[in-house]
C-alpha cells in the first residue's frame, strides 16, 4: 500500500484496467465463474471491528485500496449487466512460503536473518489479521464450489497480532534479535485489519485454522531453505 502512494499509475493500470481486461475476457468466453481478489484495505480507517462486509467501503486511504473498491465495483456492473457470477473475496494480510518479499513477513525475516535493522512504523501497537496461505486457498476454492450470483466475502483468520508481537514471533523463531528503528506511521497504514468471517463460514465453507506461530514456522522454513 506504502508503494502504491509513490507510483499509484502502476497500481491502476494493474488493478483496474487488468481486471476490466479479465472481466471483458470472462463475458466473451462465457466464463461459469469469476473470483476476484480483493483486499482488507477497501475498509479504510473503518472504527468498527471486527469489519463486516456490508460496511461502508466509500473512503480508503492509498491508491491501492481504492483500485481494489474499483475493482469490486466493475465486478458487480459485470454480473448485474452480463450474469457473470463473480465473487469478491476480500483478504487479509496473507502470508507464507514464496510470499511477496515487500510485505512485512518477508522483510522482517530477511533482515533479522541478516542482522540488519528494520523498520517500525509507529509504535508496534497496530494490528494486522494475518492470515496463512493455505487458509486462503480453501476459501478460493470454497468460493468456486459454491453458486453464487454475486457477493463479496471476508476471508481473514479473525485474529488479530500486534506489530511488536509479530516481531517477536520472528526473533524466537530465528533465535535472533531484531535491531528495531521506529518511525512514524504512513498516513497511507491503517492502525487495523481485523476480519468478521462469518459470512463466508456459512457460505464458503471457509475455517481457517493456521495460527500465527505455526504459519511463521512455516515461512521461516521456508525461507532457511530456499532463500538464506
Not at 196 to 220: C, Q, W
Request: charged share 30%; aromatic share 12%.
Amino acid at each position: 500500500m506504502r508503494s502504491s502512494v509513490e507510483n499509484p499509475f502502476i497500481y491502476e493500470e494493474t488493478n483496474i484496467k487488468g481486471t476490466l481486461n479479465l472481466l471483458e475476457l470472462s463475458k466473451d468466453y462465457k466464463i461459469k465463474k469469476f473470483v476476484f481478489g480483493s483486499s482488507s484495505s477497501v475498509y479504510g480507517r473503518c472504527k468498527e471491528i471486527p469489519f463486516l462486509e456490508h460496511y461502508k467501503t466509500d473512503k480508503q486511504i492509498s491508491p491501492y485500496a481504492s483500485t481494489k473498491k474499483a475493482g469490486e465495483s466493475l465486478c458487480h456492473t459485470y454480473s448485474y449487466l452480463y450474469s457473470l457470477n463473480v465473487v469478491c473475496l476480500r483478504f487479509f494480510t496473507v502470508y507464507g512460503p514464496r510470499g511477496r518479499p515487500d510485505m512485512a513477513p518477508y522483510l522482517f525475516t530477511d533482515k533479522i536473518y541478516k542482522g540488519e535493522p528494520i523498520k517500525m512504523y509507529g509504535d508496534g501497537t497496530s494490528r494486522r489479521d494475518y492470515t496463512y496461505v493455505e487458509d486462503i486457498v480453501q476459501g478460493i476454492m470454497g468460493a468456486l464450489d459454491k453458486e453464487i450470483k454475486y457477493d463479496v466475502f471476508n476471508l481473514g483468520n479473525s485474529k488479530t497480532v500486534m506489530l511488536k508481537e509479530f516481531i517477536a514471533v520472528i526473533e524466537e523463531e530465528l533465535d535472533k534479535k531484531a535491531d528495531i528503528k521506529q518511525v512514524e506511521m504512513p498516513k497511507s497504514d491503517v492502525p487495523v485489519t481485523y476480519a468478521n468471517i462469518d459470512k463466508a463460514r456459512e457460505k464458503l465453507g471457509y475455517n481457517p485454522k493456521t495460527k500465527i506461530k505455526e504459519g511463521m514456522k512455516k515461512f521461516i522454513d521456508w525461507y532457511k531453505k530456499e532463500v538464506a
